[in-house]
């Protein structure tokens, strides 16, 4: 397979794009000499200026990319930087004073998996196929085994699934999008930083202050839609939060805005009531937008570890989530909750939080994930 090979090439090397761009100007230089040589008039002249423009534009095109796939790839270097130096380290350093692979070399891996929040059965289950293959395939080396792990690694994640971090957008009407998680994960902050995405990206969008319980949430939300500069509908404190979205839709679909970011509290203490008030919820949307809410996203505190994944096995039994957003992966020396979330709970991971500020947060991209935890092992 040789995944860790690839991911080398596709972030260290920076070769990808570049290369796309190679064969992008190779693939149209030919085209442009076919076309001088079968027609020799003004009309080809100008069609080869047209070319020309076309050619520019795509390399243009290119280079931004290739730019922003370049921050991007820094961004989730810096975030995962307390992991690298957690888990990642323990990793190289036992794989540097191993000589052998020995019973004794799989048990500390085990325990260094286990201790990076990649959750016990995935890390039993990736220790049986790694001794597996360490034995089928007569491995030795230990800077082959190194790939060999990051490519299992891998596999948990890509295994029998359809992996899509892509936002379901509705192609008429409003998108609308309800955040739900505990207390203090990050949703509203989340919403700050998705609203400024979108915005960049062309689209209107509309906040929702769907928590009425907390103090102090409905200003919050309200300073992060002054800073992104998008509209926002509130109720009074302890309204019904139900009542607020209603209104908050209805103007969004007045005002046709391209994206409903709602808000809610994140009361878990009782499970019946926080279904209940959840499925009013998903109710009242549904009677102005039909197929509404396109996305409930799960938000979950990665540097509460299992505990996470447990909030979120919760709220999966009470509601339909579709995608999680894990924050805060910047503040974990065990970034592996990833790997978790997929063996345990088989929901998306859509976006990650790798910071404070409204930049710090990225589509979740399994390959820049893994390139920013091994990087120092490749
Ligand atoms: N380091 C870090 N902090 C974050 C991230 N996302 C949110 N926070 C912080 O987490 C705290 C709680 O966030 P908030 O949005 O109020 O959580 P909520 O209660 O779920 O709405 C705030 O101090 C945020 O700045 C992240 O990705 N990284
Ligand atoms: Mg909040």
Redesign the pocket.
């Known amino acids: 397979m040789g995944l860790f090979k690839n991911i080398k090439n596709l972030f260290k090397k920076e070769t990808e794009i570049n290369d796309d761009l190679k064969n992008q100007n190779q693939f149209e230089n030919n085209n442009t000499d076919d076309f001088a040589n079968e027609n020799n008039n003004l009309i080809e002249l100008e069609t080869v200026k047209v070319f020309e423009k076309e050619k520019n534009d795509e390399k243009e095109k290119l280079e931004l990319e290739k730019e922003k796939n370049k921050q991007e790839v820094k961004l989730y270097e810096k975030?995962l930087s307390k992991s690298r130096n957690g888990f990642v380290n323990r990793l190289i350093s036992l794989n540097s004073k191993t000589k052998k692979i020995t019973e004794e070399y799989f048990e500390e891996l085990e325990d260094i998996l286990i201790m990076a929040d990649i959750g016990v059965n995935t890390v039993l289950s990736f220790m049986d196929r790694l001794r597996k293959r360490v034995k089928t395939e007569n491995i030795t080396d230990l800077e082959y085994l190194k790939e060999v792990i990051v490519d299992e690694l891998f596999v948990i994640y890509v295994d029998n699934s359809i992996i899509t971090n892509k936002i379901n957008f509705n192609q008429d009407g409003p998108t609308v999008i309800l955040?739900i998680?505990?207390?203090?994960?990050?949703?509203?902050?989340?919403?700050?930083?998705i609203a400024n995405k979108l915005k960049k990206d062309g689209k209107s969008v509309l906040m929702v202050a769907g928590?009425t319980f907390?103090a102090g949430?409905i200003e919050?939300l309200e300073e992060w839609s002054k800073r992104v500069g998008c509209e926002f509908v509130k109720g009074k404190e302890n309204s019904d939060p139900s009542s607020v979205i209603y209104d908050g839709v209805k103007i969004a679909k007045e005002k046709n805005i391209d994206v409903i970011l709602i808000?809610t509290a994140?009361r878990l203490q009782n499970k019946i009531n926080l279904m209940k008030e959840l499925e009013k919820m998903n109710k009242v949307i549904g009677s102005l937008i039909p197929n509404a809410p396109q996305e409930t996203l799960l938000?979950i505190?990665?540097t509460t570890g299992q505990n996470g994944i447990s909030q979120a096995k919760n709220f999966k039994e009470i509601t339909n989530v579709t995608g999680i957003i894990l924050?805060?992966?910047?503040?974990t020396a065990k970034g592996g909750i990833v790997l978790a979330i997929k063996e345990e709970l088989d929901i998306p991971v859509k976006y990650?939080?790798?910071?404070?500020t409204i930049n710090?947060?990225e589509s979740f991209d399994i390959e820049k994930y893994i390139y920013g935890l091994f990087k120092d092992m490749m």
């Open positions: 975030g955040f998680g505990v207390n203090g994960v990050g949703k509203t902050t989340t919403i700050g930083k928590d907390r949430a919050q808000d994140g938000v505190d990665a924050t805060k992966l910047d503040g990650i939080g790798l910071g404070e710090d947060l």
